[in-house]
């Protein structure tokens, strides 16, 4: 079946501008995530979706960063007046479910990425 | 807090001999779940295997293995007779359950070259 997309796969914007990444999920997928790699870098947690609530945004760097979901299903991540040190591949993955009530944890799918460069 | 460290930045290997990527993490929780993720030159990440920490069998699935060691807090992978489709970079991640979800921790991952 169809694996996560995201779009675009790239952007270049200028510093001061606005963007908005989006990561459509695996279908039934419920948990949705949205992970950043800086250059050389591993992942880094921004924010997780369980159907349209979004109980931790602790990773969000700065409250220039926000997200969302609609209908359970695609995700929105915005990043408003964009900072050279934004500039990163913005992963999005889901899963099943973010966790069962065994205690269980779903495996997460990746989806292939948003290169965002901020001149 | 969680951590995972992958102690080796790069490795270069002539094809077909075998290589073992480390993995060293660390957690106070006593479930948890491990993951090893590929991502090739192309970028996208690709899922290899999950292990649950009340599951210490070694699994090996083709040229692929992987050794848990929960006393001494290791995920280590190994490739038996490597090849060029191997390179990639490696990643090693840490789940933990965090007010009834979960999240992966990464390593900053491990960069394979195989050479023909």
């Known amino acids: 079946g169809a694996g996560v997309s995201q779009s675009p796969s790239n952007k270049v914007t200028e510093k001061g501008k606005d963007v908005e990444l989006r990561c459509d999920p695996i279908s039934g997928h419920t948990a949705l995530y949205w992970y950043r790699q800086s250059l050389g870098q591993g992942l880094e947690f921004l924010i997780y979706f369980q159907g349209n609530s979004a109980p931790d945004k602790s990773g969000l760097p700065s409250d220039r960063f926000s997200a969302e979901r609609t209908g359970g299903s695609v995700s929105t991540l915005t990043i408003q007046r964009t900072q050279q040190e934004d500039s990163a591949v913005y992963f999005c993955?889901?899963?099943?479910?973010?966790?069962?009530?065994?205690?269980?944890?779903?495996?997460?799918?990746f989806g292939p990425g948003t290169r965002l460069t901020v001149l | 807090a969680q951590k995972v460290t992958q102690a080796q930045t790069e490795i270069s290997v002539v094809e077909k001999e075998d290589v073992t990527l480390d993995c060293v993490y660390e957690t106070r929780d006593t479930t948890y779940y491990l993951f090893w993720y590929k991502q090739p030159p192309s970028g996208e990440l690709v899922f290899l295997i999950r292990?649950?920490?009340?599951?210490?069998q070694n699994e090996i699935s083709g040229r692929y293995s992987w050794n848990f060691q929960k006393s001494t807090s290791s995920f280590n992978f190994t490739i038996t007779a490597s090849q060029v489709v191997d390179s990639a970079v490696y990643f090693c991640a840490l789940s933990e359950l965090n007010s009834g979800y979960s999240t992966l921790t990464f390593g900053k991952g491990t960069m394979l070259l195989v050479s023909p």
């Open positions: 993955a889901s899963s099943l479910m973010a966790t069962s009530g065994g205690g269980s944890t779903d495996t997460q799918y």
């Open positions: 292990r649950n920490s009340f599951d210490e």
